[in-house]
């Protein structure tokens, strides 16, 4: 496989560390990098080391499987473990931790697995840091400094990433509207009957009040409007018959499975269903033979597949690091691919929508989305 220029950069800083971080853009080789670090370190190595590799995904396990088979100097100098984070095997120390998605760290298992790892830990993500301070601290502290960056821009110009065009849609919904300004009142009194003592100061009760307007605005307003889904629906079948190869990302199985329904040839992935089915879905999708796939968080980091070229992003949201991985999915080179099309909506019939939606907009103008 080519070592491009950027690349051997980021595997020079990466196999001259004992712990560090590799920010670089979905699709710029991380996983080829990290193999790469690791065969560097071994060739300098007289023994055999104890190495582990921890993902996200089970697809993400194949991938680094595939890459660390390349290198003959892996299998003859590594003990190698290569496994999903949710099911890491605790007790072990290993010589090296390689972890991506790196800015998982936080999570649940993460950080306890991380730990044991008390001489070489390396980080991978697109996003390791994004303003929450309490994760990036976590992030930090655990992974060092950033060793390298990768920069997108630069891949962009030198035709090693697809440019970025994001095409807004306005959605109105006055019948959205009434029924979420309803439901809040509604849980809003719930919530007070049942845990009175948390509305009485002033902060709590703007919180407590915060959080059932969300709740609301979230359920009525994206996973159960039937104006906006009309927009998702259209947009699909409409990139359907351009012949394009559509990810739609949802923020909730229920809606992901009313969409699949609705859009014909379209199939719904998500990370609790069967592995085979799960794999086959995501195998027709990449040879082309699928148009579209709905994903929830499952394709929302490290998923591969070249062949995508339009997102749709069904969900909501004001995260940095999630628009980032999100519509990394679609900006990975492939032949014939000009640009990764991103549809989004301005959600014009709520406040936090609203707001939501301009925040959006914010980041991808900082991505120089265009």
């Known amino acids: 496989m080519e070592v491009r220029e950027y690349q051997q950069r980021a595997i020079y800083f990466l196999s001259k560390s004992k712990r560090g971080i590799l920010k670089a853009p979905a699709g710029a080789g991380k996983t080829h990098i990290a193999a790469s670090a690791l065969a560097v370190c071994l060739s300098r190595r007289r023994g055999v080391a104890d190495v582990e590799i921890m993902v996200n995904t089970r ?43 790196c800015h998982r760290a936080g999570a649940d ?11 070489a830990r390396w980080g991978l993500s697109a996003t390791p840091f994004c303003g929450d301070s309490d994760r990036d601290y976590l992030v930090s502290h655990l992974f060092g400094n950033n060793l390298h960056s990768i920069k997108r821009d630069a891949l962009v110009d030198h035709g090693h990433l697809a440019k970025a065009k994001v095409v807004w849609h306005d959605v109105q919904s006055a019948t959205a509207s009434q029924a979420i300004e309803e439901l809040s009142d509604q849980l809003i009194a719930s919530r007070r009957r049942k845990m009175a003592w948390m509305f009485r100061t002033e902060d709590g009760e703007r919180k407590q009040t915060s959080q059932c307007k969300w709740q609301a605005a979230q359920k009525l307003g994206i996973w159960e409007n039937p104006d906006r889904d009309a927009h998702i629906e259209l947009i699909a079948r409409q990139s359907m018959d351009a012949g394009d190869h559509t990810i739609v990302l949802i923020g909730s199985i229920e809606h992901g499975k009313r969409l699949a329904d609705s859009i014909d040839g379209a199939e719904l992935i998500y990370s609790k269903m069967g592995a ?21 968080s499952a394709i929302e980091e490290g998923f591969d597949a070249p062949i995508a070229n339009v997102i749709i992003m069904a969900g909501c949201g004001r995260s940095e690091r999630k628009a980032i991985q999100s519509t990394g999915r679609v900006l990975r080179p492939h032949d014939g691919k000009a640009c990764g099309i991103i549809h989004d909506f301005r ?6 929508l609203q707001r939501q939606s301009q925040a959006r907009a914010r980041i991808y103008r900082q991505l120089n989305y265009y």
């Open 109 to 119: 298992g993460w950080s306890a697995k991380i730990r044991q790892a008390e001489s």
């Open 347 to 352: 959600d014009g019939f709520h406040p936090m």
């Open 59 to 101: 697809e993400q396990v194949e991938q680094m499987q595939s890459a660390c088979d390349r290198f003959p100097v892996i299998k003859e100098k590594a003990h190698l473990q290569i496994y999903c984070a949710a099911g890491a095997p605790m007790g072990s120390k290993p010589d090296l931790l390689i972890v991506d998605e």
């Open 276 to 296: 085979k089915k799960r794999a086959d879905v995501i195998a027709r999708f990449r040879d082309g033979s699928l148009k579209c796939m709905i994903g929830t």
